[in-house]
């Protein structure tokens, strides 16, 4: 392609070479693009563990190096050589090439290279898609993207918190727990009825100031990945919590009112899963907390009709795990605990500013006490 046809359009006799700034551009936009290719194919086989050959095709996904930059590397820098080439000979024939190329590779990826890879990779290729250029690079394309926040809701990151974090954190739950007791909150209900304990956003600000500077640390991650300008609930007392669930505990199927909420896993546990259902709700926009989103939530929350359209996602509880969703758009629940040990995690919560739900008029927000006003679902008012 860079060669063959090149040096069939310059014919045997070859050209006078025309030393000039545009042929030094051309130069060195043929360097370029071969650093660029030999760069692309060791990724193909490096990171994708695969080759260029169709039999062969990349294993896993390719998007770090030049891939994080545009989408289709391999084809830039082939397009890069060829218009060096153009230049270089001072060949209209190689610059009509260098079109024909781009317009066969771009309808070659936009009809059957990106539906084939999203099929293949399913939402990580969409969100990739979502974050970088196809042929342009995106100024203010972000990494962290990648893991799926922007398009899929969900974003997970491991070693957030050290194991040493995670145990100093626990003791001081511990000893709190051992001073003031925490809150059981109990509920009947379907599938997985709702059953934790919690030391709730006041106490936490009043006794640990470490859960309250976390609250803020990844209150800034969250704006980073979201592209959003989030801040912590107005109502202090469901803002940031701490839940506990012992052996046998679950929590029931939900939507979060706020906008993204972020869950940090203090230990290693046996079950305790969160379960989740990416983007799945249907939102009504700002009649999301009518009567008709309820029954449009509850109508696409039997399990088979989440296993037909849902995207799912089961999150193990690991020290130091941070999983960031959009609380208002993705069903989640908590699957049983079944071994012995507690499963101790913070919930950090946010939304827009000014952001008020009409259910922090009452203190009882989210359903700590028995005596709601009237027992309704605070996801929905
Ligand atoms: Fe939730």
């Given at each position: 392609m860079t060669l063959l046809v090149p040096y069939l359009i310059l014919g045997s006799r070859g050209r006078m070479l025309n030393i000039g700034w545009l042929s030094l551009f051309g130069l060195s936009l043929i360097l370029i693009g071969t650093a660029g290719l030999i760069w692309c194919i060791w990724q193909f086989f490096a990171e994708g563990r695969g080759t260029l050959a169709p039999v062969d095709p990349p294993k896993e996904l390719v998007i770090n190096g030049l891939y994080q930059i545009v989408r289709n590397p391999m084809y830039v820098s082939v397009l890069s050589i060829l218009i060096g080439e153009s230049l270089f000979f001072a060949s209209t024939g190689i610059l009509i090439e260098a079109a024909i190329f781009f317009?066969?590779?771009?309808?070659?990826?936009v009809f059957y290279e990106?539906?084939?890879l999203k099929h293949q990779f399913g939402p990580i290729y969409?969100?990739?898609?979502?974050?970088?250029?196809?042929?342009l690079p995106r100024l203010q394309a972000k990494?962290?993207?990648y893991d799926t926040f922007g398009s899929i809701g969900?974003?997970?990151?491991?070693?957030?918190?050290?194991?040493e974090e995670c145990a100093a954190l626990r003791d001081k739950i511990t000893q709190y727990r051992r001073e003031h007791g925490d809150v059981l909150v109990e509920r009947d209900g379907g599938e997985r009825p709702l059953k934790y304990s919690?030391?709730?956003g006041v106490k936490i600000k009043e006794h640990l100031p470490d859960v309250t500077g976390l609250y803020e640390r990844v209150n800034e991650l969250?704006?980073?990945?979201s592209s959003?300008?989030?801040v912590p609930l107005e109502n202090e007392q469901v803002s940031c919590n701490i839940n506990i669930m012992g052996a046998g505990n679950t929590y029931r199927w939900h939507y979060d009112r706020n906008a993204v909420t972020a869950i940090l896993y203090l230990n290693d546990i046996e079950g305790g899963e969160t379960e989740c259902y990416a983007n799945y709700r249907i939102s009504l926009g700002n009649a999301r907390f009518s009567k008709f989103q309820r029954i449009l939530d509850k109508a696409l929350q039997p399990e088979t009709i989440r296993k037909i359209f849902g995207r799912h996602r089961v999150v193990a509880p690991k020290a130091g795990r941070l999983l960031v969703m959009r609380g208002d758009r993705c069903l989640h629940s908590v699957r049983p605990v079944t071994g012995d040990e507690e499963r101790i995690n913070l919930i950090m919560s946010y939304d827009l500013p000014g952001t008020k739900f009409s259910v922090d008029e009452r203190l009882d927000g989210y359903l700590y006490g028995h005596e709601n006003a009237d027992g309704s679902d605070p996801n929905y008012v």
């Open positions: 317009a066969a590779t771009h309808l070659f990826t990106e539906p084939y969409e969100n990739y898609q979502h974050t970088v250029g196809r042929w990494r962290q993207a969900i974003y997970l990151l491991d070693e957030y918190l050290s194991p919690v030391i709730d969250v704006n980073r990945i959003l300008k989030l």
